[in-house]
């Protein structure tokens, strides 16, 4: 991965970014996965409801609805980011 810098001059330099620049936002994008997955995963009281009455149609629906809020915020690949 690389980065933008600004040099003692003024001018825009490009330079590869450290191991621990790229695990920090490696660790940011993650956290950032996780937020917005935490924001849109249908309530696990709605699938122990279900659990709870032998609704299996409504236990499977609560899954349907988990896999695709994973499916639509994937988390990041640690080799995309060099580690």
């Known amino acids: 991965m690389i980065k ?8 825009k330099k490009r330079v590869p970014m450290s191991l621990e ?14 937020a917005k997955r ?5 309530k696990v009281a709605d699938y ?8 299996a149609d409504g236990m499977e629906a609560w ?3 988990q896999l695709a809020v994973k499916s639509k915020y994937p988390k990041p690949n640690r080799a995309d980011f060099g580690l």
Do not use: V, W
């Open 4 to 11: 933008e810098i600004l040099t003692p001059s003024g001018l």
């Open 21 to 34: 620049e790229r695990q920090a936002e490696f660790d940011k994008a993650l956290q950032e996965c996780y």
């Open 63 to 65: 899954n349907e609805q």
């Open 48 to 55: 122990l409801d279900a659990q709870a009455k032998g609704d």
């Open 38 to 42: 935490e924001a849109e995963y249908p």
